[in-house]
């Protein structure tokens, strides 16, 4: 059976092209209308991945975003916003809100699935890698869990890679264009500017425990993670 998704889209022309498109593309593809229908299916099948309309009558996309993002149990499902405002300002809150991609809408489905394969690969954890601990930071990659000191760091999942990438490669300086090659994969959809609203992301995940002071920007290049201090 292939990767589960989750749509979650009011209008209903939209929904059925998705879910056509994406049972022919071979996922296993549920679609509800709502916020309400979303948090009962999630109950009982956790999706591998929710395309999550931006307006939606009562709860909107971007309310349910950060919902999923505050609790435990949905907190590293990954997310793609789907969104008819195109505005730099827009995708930037879906971004803060949680999510890993946005797509644009009227969006081609091979578009569509391109992005969702992208978005899993990044996510889904090879299972096959030994945990790194720097400072007493520490990340688990078959786990998927980060610790300070022992403590629990809750992460999104693009944050997560990127501080799996970080860890990997300490006290190095990388460009933004670089950090999305590495962590994003190629992928000519995507901004570099994107790299900082994820970077501000990690940082204030990181931030309660005092770790954020190791995601450093160097001016003018880009970031490195360092447990030296400037
Ligand atoms: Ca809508």
């Not at 405002?85 to 803060?96: H, M, P, T, V, Y």
């Not at 030994?130 to 688990?140: A, F, M, T, V």
Request: some cysteine; overall charge positive; aromatic content about 6%.
């Amino acid at each position: 059976m292939g990767k589960r998704i989750l749509l979650v889209e009011d209008e209903a022309a939209i929904r059925e092209m998705v879910q056509l498109a994406l049972s022919r593309a071979g996922f296993d593809i549920r679609a509800v209308a709502d916020a309400a229908r979303a948090d009962r299916e999630i109950e009982q099948a956790r999706p591998d991945l929710i395309l999550l309309d931006w307006m939606l009558p009562g709860v909107s996309g971007l309310e349910l975003a950060r919902r999923l993002r505050r609790c435990d149990s949905t907190r590293n499902i990954p997310l793609i916003m789907l969104t008819a405002k195109g505005e730099e300002g827009d995708r930037l809150s879906g971004f803060e809100a949680g999510a890993d991609d946005y797509v644009v809408k009227p969006f081609s489905v091979k578009e569509l699935v391109a992005r969702i394969c992208a978005v899993l690969k990044r996510t889904t954890p090879v299972g096959d890698e030994h945990p790194i601990e720097i400072g007493g930071l520490r990340l688990d990659p078959v786990s998927h869990r980060v610790t300070g000191r022992g403590e629990t760091i809750r992460t999104g999942p693009t944050e997560f890679r990127m501080l799996h990438f970080f860890m990997s490669h300490p006290e190095r300086v990388f460009t933004r264009g670089q950090l999305l090659d590495r962590i994003w994969g190629r992928n000519v959809y995507i901004e570099e500017r994107t790299v900082d609203v994820h970077i501000r992301r990690l940082r204030k995940a990181l931030a309660g425990h005092g770790f954020d002071r190791f995601v450093q920007t160097v001016h003018g290049t880009g970031y490195r993670f360092s447990r030296q201090m400037e």
